[in-house]
């Protein structure tokens, strides 16, 4: 049988317990609601981990069975302890995981050192509509999807979005203030596959939309590793000697 894809789903987990309202919308916090979604699936395994966990749930035991991590945080980035983003970092460019950003998560420690630019966007929490527009019809990371899908209420996240040249962009989205973002970034790092996502704010039902949903676990399948070794190692460079006789 195929193994299955283990997902781990990290949200800091504060605004659930701090807002009723929230914690309406996701009685079991949006890593819950994530997580739900992405075990029904056969070939996914996913977990959780969570801020106020020992080392934010992110123990080597975790890391070393977790093929993508999911990253939700918004108002504690700074309460994420430098040793554990240094962990998840070697993680993805030396063993090779996959790391899905979510919405607020742009400005967490762990993209900001993989995009080493300062992930800072213009925003505006007005609850009107976005459109995310396909821009790489082929790209896994669309499947399922059409044209372009709406989401009716939302937070505007609009340009410029101050992160290196995506090497893959798969969604842009228009705002009906008229501002646009690129909503879907893929990056390549060491040997990881990195995807920024943008929709998903707190205060509306974002991550119970299908399609938002289709979208995420398109990206587990796209950002899991191809050939992940055994062990952590580091690349190094070495000297070879010729394939052919250069003589
Ligand atoms: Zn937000």
Redesign the pocket.
Known sequence: MKEKIRVTVWNEFLHEKKNTEIAEIYPEGIHGAIAEYLNQKPDIEARTATLEEPQHGLTDETLNNTDVLIWWG?MAHDKVSDAVVEKVYQKIMCDGIGLIVL??AHYSKIFRRLMGTSCSLR?R?DGKKERLWVVSPGHPITKGLGDYFEIEQT?MYGEFFDIPRPDELVFISWFKGGEVFRSGCCFYRGRGKIFYFRP???TYPIYHDKTVLQVIENAVRWAAPVNRPKTLTIPKAVHVEPLEDLT
């Open positions: 918004h919405h607020s925003w929490e937070e998903g704010h707190e």
